[in-house]
């Protein structure tokens, strides 16, 4: 199932809706890292509240779409890790270190925000 | 209990449904939502291990009854290669796929009881089970 990919101002936000396989989520890395150059995007907001698992397949890709994200000059925050997934991610082993995280799409939009204004101060 | 069922393994959406599965008789069984969690994450990392190694396999789950305890058995098998050093792969960061290593190690950590019996070249079944857990949530 594709994870459909909203545009707004200069942020993309993937919203997604359902359980994925290892190839939707590879197919959602591909997605995101061409649009950041397609759109100029500077913030990327992934949305995984509909996830009610994430396993080391899941977690290494966001961490991917996270650093590939990055190159391409787009801050990556993942948004809705519900608590139970947190719980067993940790116990997993699953971290998602260097990889910014919110909340909620809200939390995260106040994040990229403040990140872009960082950069307007820095010049 | 009655409830058992087999998932066969062969390629990434059935990864999806092994899971989905497992979570589903996981709650039937009367695990909470964390738990319900933690077993379907485990069959995930083992249900992905059976498709990178030996390509196909199986998961099979059903509920157990043990005196007044009640839990969840999850059997992972496949007729792959095989491990050559069970307590080798069952170590953190360990991989001979090029992927993070956490599979095995991770799945034992999340389960109450975890088994692996293989044999080189004729494939290797992984028994894990997940007891619920009584006077606190």
Same mark, same amino acid.
Request: hydrophobic share 45%.
């Given at each position: 199932?594709?994870?459909? &990919? ?26 995101? %890292?061409?649009? %950041? ?15 009610? %698992? ?10 991917? &779409? ?43 939009? &106040? ?13 | ?37 933690? #077993? ?9 291990n059976i498709l990178m190694y030996a390509k196909r396999g199986? #998961? ?18 496949d007729q792959g290669p095989g491990i ?34 293989s044999?080189?070249g004729r494939g290797t ?13």
């Amino acid at each position: 199932m594709e994870v459909p &990919i909203l545009k707004q101002g200069d942020y993309l936000i993937a919203s997604i809706q359902s359980a994925l396989t290892d190839a939707d989520l590879s197919q959602l890395r591909e997605a995101l %890292v061409e649009r %950041v150059g397609r759109f100029r995007s500077r913030g990327v907001i992934v949305d995984v509240t509909a996830l009610d %698992v994430m396993d080391s397949f899941a977690v290494r890709t966001l961490r991917d &779409i996270a650093h590939m994200a990055r190159l391409r000059g787009a801050e990556t925050v993942i948004v809705g890790i519900q608590p139970e997934v947190a719980f067993a991610m940790v116990q997993l082993g699953l971290t998602l270190k260097g990889v910014a995280t919110a909340l909620d799409l809200e939390e995260g939009l &106040i994040f990229l925000n403040r990140r872009g204004k960082e950069r307007v101060d820095r010049g | 209990m009655a409830d058992e069922s087999t998932v066969p393994i062969r390629s990434d959406v059935d990864i999806v449904s092994a899971r989905q599965k497992g979570r589903e008789l996981a709650a039937d069984c009367g695990f909470e939502m964390g738990d319900q969690t933690v #077993i379907a994450a485990a069959i995930s990392e083992i249900a992905r291990n059976i498709l990178m190694y030996a390509k196909r396999g199986e #998961i099979r789950f059903r509920g157990l009854a043990d005196g007044d305890r009640q839990g969840i058995v999850v059997v992972a098998e496949d007729q792959g290669p095989g491990i050559r050093d069970v307590s080798l792969a069952l170590q953190d960061g360990f991989s001979t796929s090029g992927g993070l290593g956490l599979g095995l190690p991770g799945a034992r950590r999340l389960m109450d009881e975890f088994d692996v019996a293989s044999e080189p070249g004729r494939g290797t079944t992984i028994t894990m089970k997940k007891w619920i857990r009584r006077g606190h949530a």
